[in-house]
Each structure stands twice: as C-alpha cells, then as structure tokens.
C-alpha cells in the first residue's frame, strides 16, 4: 500500500452471489425498484447485476393502480440494467430453488 490507497492486487474482487451465466441467450423476467418489470434475453452481466438484456419488453402498469400491471407492453429492444435498481430475476419459463446462500451451516 503506498500513499494510502490498497493496489490492486490487494483489493478483493466482489463476487456475486448469483450464477446467472447459465440464463445467457435465454429470457428472464427483471422487476425494478419503483414496480416497472420487463422480460428479455441476457446477453450479459457483471458483479453488480447491471444486465444487458436484448428484444426487451416492458410491461405497462395501471394508470389507476400501479400495483397492477396491464397487458399492454412496450418493445424497448436492446437495453442495460442498473444493477442498483434490479430487485427480482427469474427466469421467464418458471423459478427453480435454491439453498438459502446466507444460512450458516452449523456442524452437529
């Protein structure tokens, strides 16, 4: 460490939680912050979940209730993904389970 920034070899690299290499090429479902959802084919991603998703499609919330979601939908095309804003990813053909990631396993 020199003039008290860490190089980079001393940084540690953020790992994701997630796997999502194996949804590359295939459709997901994404939900944001602020209820807007969309679907589309991800064709990348990066530590922080930002997505890049191809032939997007936006679904239109209620203008009455925007808890609700109609079944109007807007062709976004190519698009990104800020990771910070993505609250939910499944895939678009159903979820599978997983093993909760932050439950410790404690022995006997």
């Not at 530590?47 to 997007?56: E, F, I, K, R």
């Not at 800020?82 to 499944?90: K, N, P």
Request: with cysteine.
């Amino acid at each position: 460490m020199k003039n008290g920034f860490s190089s980079d070899k001393e940084k540690k690299k953020k790992e994701s939680i997630f796997d999502l290499s194996k949804y590359i090429d295939k459709t997901i479902r994404v939900k944001f912050q602020g209820g807007r959802e969309a679907s589309g084919v991800l064709k990348g991603f990066d530590p922080l979940l930002n997505l890049v998703l191809d032939g997007t499609i936006e679904y239109m919330r209620d203008p009455d209730d925007q808890l609700k979601l109609t079944e109007d939908t807007r062709q976004l095309g190519l698009v990104v993904c800020r990771g910070t804003s993505v609250v939910l990813i499944c895939p678009q053909d159903g979820m599978e389970a997983i093993p909760n990631p932050f439950i410790q396993q404690h022995d006997g």
